[in-house]
């Protein structure tokens, strides 16, 4: 998030020149505007004549004899000379004695508010540069006064302030660019959120998380995401298996104990399909490493493939029982069963009729299922919506899962 000194220098150069190349014109006799003083006019124009020529040392001498002039100098001919000297200095890569005379120059009432918005920025760079970080802060909110609003000068200072241990401020800093992009930066997402984490701020380091795993569901991004609910001591294995698909579902289910504990909660719930279709991706991917896992986990998955066999054949007949039932919680197991075997629409079709039935054991995980067939069926808006009707839960880790279920399915519909 540095500010590189070229970039700076340019912007510098660019104003100054421009300026600088009108101090003949103000020496004039007959000017229009503010006018040097007579006295000075002569020296001035020879430093003039020799910017013309890129004499730079030429320049300086004489704007020396200008300084050292027995005279009383007027805030216009102070005006003149530093916005010289900053030119020439700059060309010379003087930077120490290009800030003060840069400085002066922007603070004068008689730059112009472009010249100003130009020499501040090419201050704050060369107090960045110089490591000198208070006077970069202070600088740079300065020029965002005069309506620098760029993306280089809101980090420049970002960055200063974290330097300074001014993490809060510098993530305030960093939002102001933020609010104004239609797809939020990943690097400043990262460096504001590193800034709430220095300071324990969980609750807004939550929030740019999920602005991260919004525009760009990376791996790294959702293990962050998903922390607080690892930390949880999750007592309610239906919750946790929904954890579990989650996590399968935006690829940070990594670990063999993670594979080994989704397939026995889906199986132990009854749905060998599911548990089947984890142990395989288990295996295809070499997740099992030590040869009693392979061993075991092998074993497993032979069963669960029989098991599902019979399931799948049997599930036509599960929803006539389904339908006499006095509750929906049959057909919400034979919907999560369909989903585990790919059967999306029928999956659909089975929880919202559990869903209309009502009597529901857990509505959370209802409303759960329901967005994830939608999800699986192309439908992300509508199970954003699900999803977001979870996060509402008096249930915390419920709605914390249903929010994260709700990013993802909103990074589906950024990405369409």
């Not at 510098?12 to 421009?18: C, N």
């Not at 999803?387 to 709605?399: H, L, P, Q, R």
């Not at 994260?404 to 990405?415: F, K, N, P, R, V």
Request: proline share 3%; charged share 25%.
């Amino acid at each position: 998030m540095s500010t590189p000194l070229r970039v700076i220098s340019l912007c510098a150069l660019l104003w100054l020149g421009a300026s600088a190349s009108g101090v003949a014109a103000a020496a004039a006799d007959q000017p229009s505007g503010p006018t040097v003083s007579r006295a000075l006019a002569k020296p001035l124009k020879a430093a003039q004549d020799a910017l013309q020529a890129k004499n730079w040392d030429a320049v300086l001498t004489n704007l020396r004899e200008v300084q050292s002039a027995a005279v009383e100098k007027s805030a216009y001919d102070h005006f003149v000379i530093n916005q010289m000297l900053g030119f020439v200095y700059v060309q010379k890569q003087d930077f120490a004695n290009a800030l003060p005379a840069l400085e002066a120059a922007a603070q004068s009432p008689y730059a112009t508010p472009e010249q100003q918005k130009a020499w501040l920025r090419a201050v704050m760079g060369i107090y960045f540069a110089q490591k000198n970080y208070a006077k970069t802060v202070e600088i740079g909110d300065q020029a965002v006064k005069h309506g620098v609003t760029d993306t280089e000068t809101y980090t420049t200072i970002a960055d200063s302030q974290s330097k300074l241990g001014g993490w809060k401020d510098a993530a305030a800093t960093i939002q102001q660019v933020v609010d104004h992009q239609s797809k939020p930066d990943k690097k400043l997402l990262e460096f504001q959120w590193n800034c709430y984490v220095k300071v324990n701020d969980s609750a807004d380091a939550a929030k740019v998380i999920e602005k991260l795993v919004s525009y760009y569901p990376e791996p790294d991004y959702w293990l962050n995401a998903l922390a607080p609910l690892s930390r949880m001591d999750i007592k309610d294995a239906h919750l946790q298996l929904n954890v579990y698909r989650l996590m399968n579902d935006v690829g940070v289910l990594k670990r063999p104990m993670d594979y080994a504990e989704m397939a026995e909660l889906a199986l132990d719930q009854g749905y060998p399909g599911e548990s089947q279709a984890i142990l395989e991706k288990a295996f295809a991917q070499r997740i099992f490493t030590e040869q009693r896992d392979k061993d075991r986990y092998q074993h497993l998955l032979d069963g669960v493939k029989q098991r599902a066999t019979v399931d799948l054949a049997q599930l036509g007949s599960s929803e006539k029982d389904a339908a006499a039932a006095p509750t929906g919680d049959a057909y919400l197991r034979i919907g999560a069963a369909y989903l585990s075997y790919g059967q999306n629409d029928r999956a659909l079709a089975a929880i919202s009729k559990g869903i209309d039935k009502g009597n529901l054991k857990s509505a959370d995980e209802a409303r759960l299922l329901l967005g994830i067939a939608k999800l699986r069926t192309k439908n992300a808006t509508e199970a954003e919506r699900d999803f977001e009707k979870v996060s509402m839960s008096s249930n915390t880790a419920y709605a914390r899962l249903g929010r994260l279920w709700a990013l993802h399915a909103g990074a589906h519909t950024h990405s369409a």
